[in-house]
């Protein structure tokens, strides 16, 4: 029973944040400050999220595998390299990196 609450507060509470951002009147989205953070706040998200996954193991910051992978995509990705080239220098590296027992 308590998944199910669960489950039906998340419901409602994303409508209720989709219903907001469409009562919001349009002057307040054209403010600049608003601009500036409808822009930065995405790629600040997804920076947040791929540290996470990559740093964290519960509660405890570790470096294995999958710091190897990030740091592979961050060097294609100063190389200028394809997304698809960094995506696979990413998963090789992390796979090696596990083949040798890391």
Same mark, same amino acid.
Do not use: H, S
């Given at each position: 029973?308590?998944?199910?609450?669960?489950?039906? &507060? =998340?419901? *409602? %509470?994303?409508?209720? *944040?989709?219903?907001? %951002? /469409? /009562?919001?009147?349009?002057?307040?989205?054209?403010?600049?400050?608003?601009?500036?953070? @409808?822009? !930065? !706040?995405? %790629?600040? &998200?997804? @920076?947040?999220? =791929?540290?996470?996954?990559?740093?964290?193991?519960?509660?405890? /910051?570790? !470096?294995?595998?999958? @710091?190897?992978? !990030?740091?592979?995509? @961050? *060097?294609a990705l100063l190389l200028r390299a394809p997304f698809l080239l960094v995506v696979a220098a990413a998963v090789l590296? =992390?796979? %090696? *990196?596990?083949? &040798?027992?890391?």
């Amino acid at each position: 029973m308590n998944i199910w609450l669960a489950i039906g &507060l =998340t419901v *409602v %509470g994303c409508y209720a *944040v989709k219903l907001a %951002g /469409l /009562l919001v009147p349009a002057g307040v989205l054209e403010r600049p400050l608003v601009r500036r953070l @409808a822009a !930065l !706040l995405p %790629g600040a &998200l997804l @920076a947040a999220l =791929t540290a996470q996954q990559a740093f964290a193991d519960g509660r405890a /910051l570790v !470096l294995d595998a999958r @710091a190897a992978g !990030l740091a592979a995509a @961050a *060097v294609a990705l100063l190389l200028r390299a394809p997304f698809l080239l960094v995506v696979a220098a990413a998963v090789l590296v =992390t796979a %090696g *990196v596990r083949a &040798l027992g890391g």
